[in-house]
């Protein structure tokens, strides 16, 4: 069992798109400390591979399950598996998302910009509203408390050229959970987003690429380096920490702040380029 200021066991964490890249990375924060942890994600094989790592690496219990947060009607069904099976969530992380397909306003359709607002902004938001309400039914029993995170990304403050739909989605989720924290404060609960840099998720690593994407892929790595001012890129494992700490009570006085796990990529623009 963890003990120590970010102690998570007795605590249950829902991740989305938790069986890779920063969702892994979360998940594995928490599980390190000892906490229970929920898997949505749609792909069985990498949710079981991803359950074993998380319990080898000290979770309680966890439970992977095929939601698909594009729809409501999954996330409202999800959560009522979840708290059948653990009782109970204390920190909802609302990480799945998917990338910009269009890369120019002049030529981003209304299938395009519907498509990944349907995941980004409306999955997002139910994923937290439905935790909320969760988490606001246990404070009205007597037990309150509990933490929503977000992840957003640098388009948030950064102007980034073609991604228009990704960066409304993110621009539009950061001010909801503003207002989530805002409004669910007196229940104890608070809301943060996590805003990350240049992540190397592994996602892919090497898989299927030539010589020439690797190379390609190497000249990316390196452009963001140099302009990142801790000269690296991010790995998921930087998103163990926060995912501690936001699970934890050690944040129980930390609410409506978008957290940026970035190398200090915010202070200084190397996304904005066209």
């Not at 926060?242 to 609410?255: E, K, R, T």
Request: charged share 20%; aromatic share 8%.
């Amino acid at each position: 069992m963890a003990q120590g200021l970010f102690d998570c066991s007795g605590k249950v964490t829902l991740v989305t798109g938790g069986n890779g890249g920063i969702g892994l990375g979360f998940a594995r924060g928490v599980a390190k400390m000892g906490g229970d942890i929920a898997i949505w994600a749609r792909n069985a094989e990498k949710n079981a591979e991803a359950k074993a790592e998380l319990e080898a690496a000290g979770a309680g219990r966890v439970i992977a399950y095929q939601v698909d947060v594009a729809s409501e009607e999954a996330i409202v069904a999800g959560y009522a598996r979840l708290l059948e099976d653990f009782g109970r969530v204390d920190c909802v992380f609302a990480n799945s998302g998917r990338a910009s397909r269009s890369r120019s306003v002049l030529t981003l359709d209304a299938n395009e910009w519907h498509d990944l607002l349907a995941v980004n902004l409306h999955g997002a938001f139910f994923t937290l509203r439905e935790g909320a309400k969760a988490m606001v039914a246990r404070a009205e029993a007597g037990e309150p408390g509990g933490s929503l995170v977000y992840c957003g990304s640098l388009s948030m403050v950064h102007g980034i050229a073609g991604i228009n739909n990704y960066a409304a989605s993110k621009g539009g989720m950061g001010a909801v959970v503003r207002g989530m924290a805002a409004e669910l404060g007196k229940f104890q609960i608070r809301a943060n987003t996590i805003a990350p840099g240049y992540i190397k998720t592994g996602i892919g690593a090497d898989q299927g690429m030539t010589e020439e994407m690797k190379a390609r892929m190497a000249q990316v790595d390196a452009h963001f380096s140099a302009k990142t001012p801790i000269h690296r890129p991010g790995r998921i494992e930087d998103f163990e920490g926060i995912g501690a700490y936001l699970c934890s009570d050690a944040s129980s006085f930390h609410s409506g702040d978008t957290i940026f796990i970035d190398g200090a990529s915010h202070i200084h623009a190397p996304y904005a380029f066209n």
